[in-house]
Nanobody, 125 residues
Framework: VQLQASGGGLVQAGGSLRLSCAASGRTFGNYNMGWFRQAPGKQREFVARISGSGDSAWYRDSVKGRFTISRDNAKNTVYLQMNSLKPEDTAVYYC???????????????????WGQGTLVTVSS
């Protein structure tokens, strides 16, 4: 699976962005998909995850109520709608694909098998 993230940019605090991640291959629906982010000088952290069917989603606490992960399996694409953005959301955002079932460690980057190249989101105050 090859992943291509896009949609990043510069936005003012309180604004919105929608990230997209396009995947290659015909088995996209078999993968749980995740978004991670990495701010300068910090470790990569989990943002959100969605099941292969799109029926279930998980979020880090700091983005709950502001971010929404979704997917369109017909288009092989996963999205991250980000609203009410804050300066602390500034980071490079990565999409990732996980072949395995969802377990308690779903937020750990090491369980994801494929990664996109990242797209930069900058939120100005």
């Amino acid at each position: 699976v090859q992943l291509q993230a896009s949609g990043g940019g510069l936005v003012q605090a309180g604004g919105s962005l929608r990230l997209s991640c396009a995947a290659s291959g015909r088995t996209f629906g078999n993968y749980n998909m995740g978004w991670f982010r990495q701010a300068p000088g910090k470790q990569r952290e989990f943002v959100a995850r969605i099941s292969g069917s799109g029926d279930s989603a998980w979020y880090r606490d700091s983005v709950k109520g502001r971010f929404t992960i979704s997917r369109d399996n017909a288009k092989n694409t996963v999205y991250l709608q980000m609203n009410s953005l804050k300066p602390e959301d500034t980071a490079v955002y990565y999409c990732a694909a996980d072949r395995g079932p969802t377990r308690a460690n779903y937020f750990m980057s090491r369980i994801y098998d494929y990664w996109g190249q990242g797209t930069l989101v900058t939120v100005s105050s």
